[in-house]
């Protein structure tokens, strides 16, 4: 009897091991073994994929947005699929109505002659994009890298979109001279409205977007039609968080400045980008003036357990950037250390910073106004076989006012390894209304 028992007791350690949920579990939207997209025709299909221009293993979906507003009538959820190999149709697309056998098919975005042929040197056209952004102002942003792995096509630029109409509405091409020749490659865009709807005109808007590989940020003003280059040693990777470790399977990436994230734009005391800055050192009263729409961008590398955050007035000051690419070093600041890397990060206007722990295969949360340490950062959602590796994290605000966290996963440390397998479920969307992941409070603190 004590034997048998024993032997329960370790199967249902082993089955709780391998199946292991932590905290509320997001809700399926969609999924996929792999990725396929809408063609004109069957045989455009086939054309595509005997002349290698798709290449289904090569298809790796690696964020997603949600437009809620352009339509009272239907939503759309964006994915971007970026080039880093050949073989992929389209690098920006909708999941459409359509489905084929392993999943939801993809209709590129706007359409899909803008991202048909990625290697014309008169770069027209779009040519891989890894991240996404929906504004207030109804636009959807991305930047286009440029280039097709490894290999420059064209310079980077910054794209816009109305989404009522679907039409590009704002372009600007990063000068070469804020790249690090062919080793920069931009992954990331966050946007600040800083004159929102009702009352603004969205033209004062500030863009952010991340160097993964250069190790620095660009930052352009809309309003200026102007960029410039910022630099710190805090967006270098840290080679003791280069290996990455996800579900018994390891892989090296020295990846650095990857995601960001900005405070809320309310003025309350206590989400005011000096005491969120000063709190999350201790400090009891503010080191300075608010300055008026300061926010902080809060920002990591992918290989770094470390969270950073630099005050928004100081990335704005172009003048100073010009003269000095890594100017006022420190005045950007670790906030604290995680257990585990993380890829992407979206706050709430609450002020909680949601981020995914890729060796925990979790979505962890940190109210802003406390110390970032592992004893304030909570695990609201976990699970071994849905949660590996959550490339894209979004707050989204429903059409009616509940913000939402929307996440995706793509079992990256497969693609990394080669262990990939078509016939399983590979990548997921899931979501959850916020007040219900938080159980009805407006803080994750723990």
Sequence with gaps: MILRTCILICLATHWVHAQQTVGKQLKWVTQWKSLDFVFPTPKDREDALASGRFVPENCIPLDMDVDYNSNPLRSRVFVSVPRFIEGIPATLGVISSQVGPSGPLVEPYPNAAIQSNPEDSRCNGIVSVFRTMIDECNRLWIVDTGKIGDRRICLPKIVAFDLRTDTIIHQYQIPASQLMCD????VSILVDVRDPPPRGSCSNTMAYVADVTGAGLIVYDMARGKSWRVTNKLMHPNPDYGTFTIADESFDLMDGMLSMALSPKTRSDHNSPDFVFNSAYGVSQPSRPAILNDRLLFFHALASAAEN???????????????????????????GRRTSQS??????SNGNLFFGLLNQMAIACWDSTTN??????????QNFETLQFPSGVKVIRNRKGVEELWVLTCRFQKIMTGSLNMNETNFRIQAIQIPELLNGSRSCKR
């Design 309 to 335: 955050a630099v005050r928004t007035s100081v990335l704005h000051n172009d003048t100073m950037w010009e003269e000095d690419v890594g100017a006022v070093p420190r005045e950007f600041r670790v906030i």
């Design 183 to 186: 080793i920069s490659l931009l």
């Design 372 to 381: 970032y340490n592992p004893q304030n950062i909570k695990i609201v959602s």
């Design 343 to 348: 890829a992407p990060e979206a706050m709430d």
